[in-house]
């Protein structure tokens, strides 16, 4: 399986890692450590160094209850950092669900658009829409992301039951409808959005059933990192859950599990110690292939 993007044809037969770029002042987990961008660069570089295959740049915090930025903010977060990370020789992804923002990074190179919103915003001053930059545009990569309700109110309500056949369907139909207007199967990723409107059952539902969520024939791109479903199910005796910061254990154990029940993108803050985790999953992998052979 590969993923086709702008400059690269993302080869998915191992799984690759994808470093987190915050540019923003109050994301969840490390808001406002690189919201300059020649902090931001050093950290591309670290996060590449540590062996992170691709980068998501993202400008505006999607964490549970922000109220999101204007369009000239975000743009100005983004473009100095996205305009010298082309440069790495590396897929970029854009984490945004503006189509301006969108239009602008593409112009400069970037491969893979990353909406939390699956391309259903319209731009504010009646331009192209997230779906038509991107169906317009001959090769970007793009994941499309499940999220019930917006940031600002998805926790106070989420979803209820059984979460997997609904969000499976709401990402079959946003596959379909890029696919009517042509744009290719290989560009397109799925992500279930772990937090985003559900609760902790839940999310480790859309871990348990992931082989249904892969079934439609798209690589699957997970985010559990530091996540507060992470957060819950470690937290002390006394229920106080450890800050986003110090979850980094649990962040690598469910990348891992994840990458096992065949995610092929892991979107992580700890990129060094994911890194260091699959690779003894990889010879594990393939000790059991060895002994397959062998018997």
């Known amino acids: 399986m ?11 037969s191992e799984p690759r890692v994808m470093g987190i770029v915050n540019l923003t002042p109050d994301s969840f987990s490390d808001g406002g450590r690189f919201d300059d961008a020649q902090r ?47 440069k790495f020789n590396v897929p970029v992804s854009v984490d945004t669900s503006k189509p301006e923002v969108m239009a602008a990074v593409l112009e ?29 545009h001959p090769a970007c990569g793009v994941c499309l992301m499940h999220m019930h309700g ?11 039951g059984d979460v997997v056949p609904e969000v499976l369907l709401f990402l079959e139909l946003a596959a379909q409808s890029l696919l009517g207007a042509g744009v290719q199967k290989a560009r397109i990723a799925f992500d279930p959005g772990i937090g985003f409107g559900k609760t902790v059952a839940q999310n480790f539902s859309l871990l348990v059933r992931q082989a249904e969520l892969m079934q439609p024939g798209f690589p699957l791109l997970v985010g559990w990192s530091r996540k507060s479903s ?11 859950a450890p800050a986003p910061a110090d979850r980094t254990g649990a962040s690598v154990a469910a990348a891992v599990l994840a990458v096992e029940r065949g995610a092929r993108v892991v979107r992580v803050h700890d990129v060094r110690e994911t890194v260091q985790a699959l690779r003894v999953w990889r010879a594990m992998a393939a000790g059991q292939r060895a002994l397959v052979l062998a018997n």
Do not use: Y
């Open 2 to 12: 590969h993923w086709k993007t702008t400059r690269f044809d993302v080869d998915l």
């Open 40 to 86: 931001a660069l050093r950290h591309c570089e670290q996060l590449l160094k540590d062996g992170a295959d691709m980068l998501d740049i993202g400008g505006e915090s999607t964490r549970p209850g922000s109220a999101g930025v204007s369009v000239d903010e975000e743009l100005r977060r983004v473009l100095p950092v996205v305009r010298e990370a082309v």
């Open 108 to 136: 400069l190179g970037a491969d893979i658009i990353n909406d939390i919103w699956a391309l259903r915003r319209h731009s504010a001053d009646g331009g192209p829409s997230a779906r038509e930059v991107v169906t317009a």
């Open 150 to 160: 917006d940031p600002l109110t998805m926790q106070l309500q989420p979803m209820e």
């Open 230 to 240: 992470l957060g819950a199910v470690v937290a002390d005796n006394e229920g106080v």
